[in-house]
């Protein structure tokens, strides 16, 4: 009876511990990074974002502090399976400019992001 208790105890605790050694490796393996392959470093870019969910309205304030334009649209994901989705148009944040981004759903919001582009 004692050996068949250790080795229940054992088996559960081999499999609490096996998916999370296997969780921990995925990620290991997730942050890699390679060496940028470009001789010379690339630029600083991208406009800096901020994003603020109102009920189901959307504001983005994206400010460009980089002397390059970046090109910036915001997307909306609604919660809801019938409400539409939508992907703004760019606009152009120029050097030092704020622009603002907005969007709406019927009802609620399911996730929001800006997308970055380089102009020229």
């Known amino acids: 009876m004692r050996l068949s208790r250790r080795l229940a105890s054992t088996t559960v605790a081999l499999a609490l511990v096996l998916p999370l050694s296997y969780e921990a490796m995925t990620h290991a393996h997730a942050r890699v990074h390679t060496a940028p392959t470009q001789a010379e470093p690339r630029e ?28 910036v649209s915001l997307h909306v994901e609604c919660a809801r399976w019938w409400d539409l989705d939508s992907d703004g148009s760019a606009v152009e944040a120029e050097p030092a400019q704020t622009v603002r981004l907005t969007a709406r759903c019927w009802k609620e919001v399911g996730s929001v992001w800006v997308s970055h582009q380089r102009e020229g």
């Open 44 to 71: 600083p870019f991208g406009a800096d974002c901020r994003i603020g969910v109102t009920g189901s309205h959307v504001t983005a304030y994206c400010h460009n502090p980089y002397p390059q334009t970046d090109s």
